[in-house]
């Protein structure tokens, strides 16, 4: 049993045809030590490829989901009250260990190659989902654009994992598809992106950050609907006194609390997933900032805690584990902005003007904010206030 799992694997280097490999996956199914070598092994097969070799790999993905598929955990089903738990969480518990998934959409040149990547300040790193052409769109040309800002540069990803099934899952796949050939700023991975499954994003994302991108210096992570003021960003991480991202940096909207056990809840997490009532200190998901030197941090954590479906929180506990914490940053406005009266216009720029990051902004009003807090001839000193 051992033996033959390392033979495919060979065959997989010398790129032996796909159907034979099939036949040979087919006659493995059953074994799950197959199945593991695999999950560990298929990660990487795109590892290497160029940005555009993303057509091709397009056509190879039916095969390697089936290679890479993971395992249920049935004995999760003997959990304590587990067949009252919501069939969402039930799906949870079961694939709770699952943590390699194929990459469909790779961008290994994104940093310039994890030696060079220390030329890059800030990797603006935006969670989004196959559907949100358009948020991406308005996001590229806006604040989110790849660019050299006060002397340095600000690259762009967007997470993505897979939706659908279908037609509409080949449509929906088929836009990311030509996205990524025309701006090479997606990875996507094959595994359904839902909200649960955003602290698998977030790890499956870290991990390929320490290959790709070890050395890049700050990190914006973030919704594809908040309204970042990435000038500011850049303004505030060189005002640092440690700002070549060496230093440990966590910084948001930060927040405690504990667990929703109201099973109707987005943000329920059952005691059999999470068995205190209070949370970590931790940074409100909408975005958050952190130098590389923590985003490794988190990731050789991550590795020993058992997944949870709150992405921010889940971050909170691995800083939590290693004697870290998250920091205050004013500028960060993940519940919005609260105004004084109804008479002031919500999107007055220059309320935002000094800001880092508001959550939630869409098309229109992002559009308008970023050429509005840009532009040289905004006044908002007192009654100048235009
Ligand atoms: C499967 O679930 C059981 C019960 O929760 C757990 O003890 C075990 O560690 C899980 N196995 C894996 C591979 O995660
Ligand atoms: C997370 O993704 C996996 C792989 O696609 C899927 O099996 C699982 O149902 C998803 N989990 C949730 C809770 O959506
Ligand atoms: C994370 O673990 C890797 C491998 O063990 C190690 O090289 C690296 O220094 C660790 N990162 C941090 C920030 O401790």
């Known amino acids: 049993m051992f033996g033959i799992p390392i033979v495919q694997l060979r065959l997989l280097e010398k790129g032996v045809s796909i159907g034979t490999l099939l036949l040979v996956a087919v006659f493995l199914m059953g074994s799950y030590v197959y199945l593991e070598l695999i999950d560990h092994e298929i990660v990487h097969p795109y590892k290497g490829l160029?940005?555009?070799?993303?057509?091709?790999l397009a056509q190879n993905t039916p095969q390697k989901v089936s290679l890479s598929s993971c395992e249920r955990n049935m004995s999760a089903a003997s959990i304590q009250s587990f067949s009252s738990l919501p069939e969402h969480m039930q799906d949870y518990l079961y694939y709770q260990h699952c943590r390699h998934f194929p990459l469909l959409l790779d961008l290994p040149n994104k940093c310039g190659g994890a030696d060079q990547s220390s030329e890059?300040?800030?990797?603006?790193?935006?969670?989004?989902?196959?559907?949100?052409?358009e948020r991406r769109e308005m996001l590229r040309k806006t604040w989110a654009k790849e660019r050299i800002q006060s002397g340095v540069w600000i690259r762009l990803i967007f997470l993505i994992g897979t939706t659908g099934s279908g037609f509409e899952r080949?449509?929906?796949?088929?836009?990311?598809?030509?996205?990524?050939?025309?701006?090479?700023?997606?990875?996507?991975?094959?595994?359904?992106?839902?909200?649960?499954?955003?602290?698998?994003?977030?790890?499956?994302?870290?991990?390929?950050?320490?290959?790709?991108?070890?050395?890049?210096?700050?990190?914006?992570?973030?919704?594809?609907?908040?309204?970042?003021?990435?000038?500011?960003?850049?303004k505030y991480l060189q005002s640092l006194k440690d700002n070549d991202g060496s230093k440990?940096?966590?910084a948001g909207c930060q927040t405690?609390?504990?667990?929703s056990r109201d099973s109707w809840s987005k943000y329920f997490?059952?005691?059999?997933?999470?068995?205190?009532?209070?949370?970590?200190p931790y940074c409100s998901?909408?975005?958050?900032?952190?130098?590389?030197?923590?985003?490794?941090?988190?990731?050789?954590?991550?590795?020993?805690?058992?997944?949870?479906?709150?992405?921010?929180?889940?971050?909170g506990m691995c800083l939590k584990k290693a004697g870290l914490t998250t920091s205050l940053h004013g500028g960060v406005k993940t519940f919005g902005l609260h105004f004084p009266s109804e008479r002031v216009d919500d999107y007055d720029p220059c309320f935002y003007k000094e800001l880092l990051l508001?959550?939630?902004?869409?098309?229109?009003?992002?559009?308008?904010?970023?050429?509005?807090?840009?532009?040289?001839?905004?006044?908002?000193?007192?009654?100048?206030?235009?």
């Open 358 to 386: 508001v959550h939630r902004f869409l098309s229109e009003k992002t559009y308008f904010m970023w050429h509005s807090v840009n532009d040289p001839n905004l006044k908002c000193f007192g009654n100048d206030k235009k």
């Open 285 to 315: 998901g909408g975005g958050f900032i952190m130098s590389g030197y923590t985003a490794s941090v988190i990731y050789n954590m991550s590795k020993s805690i058992p997944l949870i479906p709150i992405d921010d929180v889940y971050m």
């Open 50 to 56: 160029s940005d555009s070799g993303a057509s091709t």
């Open 170 to 234: 080949k449509r929906l796949n088929k836009v990311v598809e030509l996205e990524h050939s025309q701006y090479k700023d997606i990875l996507q991975w094959d595994f359904t992106d839902t909200f649960c499954n955003l602290t698998l994003k977030q790890v499956i994302f870290l991990e390929w950050f320490e290959r790709n991108c070890p050395k890049a210096r700050f990190l914006l992570d973030g919704d594809d609907d908040v309204f970042v003021n990435t000038n500011n960003v850049v």
């Open 248 to 250: 440990h940096l966590f």
């Open 256 to 259: 405690g609390g504990g667990p």
């Open 120 to 133: 890059v300040f800030l990797l603006l790193v935006i969670k989004s989902g196959p559907e949100n052409h």
């Open 269 to 280: 997490v059952p005691v059999q997933l999470y068995e205190s009532n209070v949370y970590p």
